[in-house]
């Protein structure tokens, strides 16, 4: 039996305790008090073309000799999915609010579909581009972890000033003729 095999099977046999261990160690090497810097209830990340946004909530926590951390936070009909597209979200929060860091902010996601709406730890690694990422594992992480990961309190929900694409439509909402003008930084977002 190989090395990296023993791992996988303790893995299938008890997660719990992989997700355990590696959210101890992140608590270990990565806690530490951070200010909570942007708390952006409609940030977007631009598609092809600069149409349809795809939109969450984004918290960045930060503090001086400690690698950010970012909280999203998306509801359904809000554009691809943090699921499906989390990755160029992180890039897009990266690029955006924290240009000179050497890594992307530690990415930890809310996908609110109940029943499976908690947080997740997701480990991004390089992909084949410079500041392009890749997902390669997701864990799951308490309100409770990330509180003591960030210093201090975060918000769970997507926000009071969360607009849905419904009520946006109905409304002409500003952000989604905008989508269409020069004033945004746009990330491109593969299609599926």
Excluded: K
């Amino acid at each position: 039996m190989r090395l990296g095999s023993l791992d996988e099977d303790l893995r299938r046999a008890h997660p719990e305790l992989v997700t355990r261990r590696v959210i101890a160690e992140l608590l270990r090497e990565a806690a530490a008090a951070r200010e909570r810097v942007v708390d952006d209830h409609m940030f977007a990340v631009y598609g092809q073309g600069g149409i349809y946004p795809a939109t969450f909530r984004l918290q960045l926590f930060t503090t001086p000799g400690a690698r950010p951390v970012a909280v999203a936070i998306q509801a359904t009909n809000e554009g691809p999915s943090l699921a499906n597209a989390g990755e160029h979200y992180a890039e897009a929060v990266w690029q955006q609010h924290c240009p000179d860091e050497n890594r992307p902010p530690i990415w930890i996601e809310r996908f609110l579909l109940p029943p499976y709406d908690d947080f997740n730890l997701i480990t991004l690694r390089s992909g084949e581009e410079p500041d392009q990422l890749r997902r390669s594992r997701h864990t799951p992480i308490t309100v409770e972890e990330i509180c003591e990961l960030v210093g201090g309190l975060i918000g769970t929900g997507r926000g009071e000033g969360f607009r849905s694409a419904t009520t946006r439509a109905d409304r002409g909402d500003p952000l989604l003729r905008a989508v269409r003008g020069a004033a945004a930084t746009s990330v491109s977002v593969p299609s599926a």
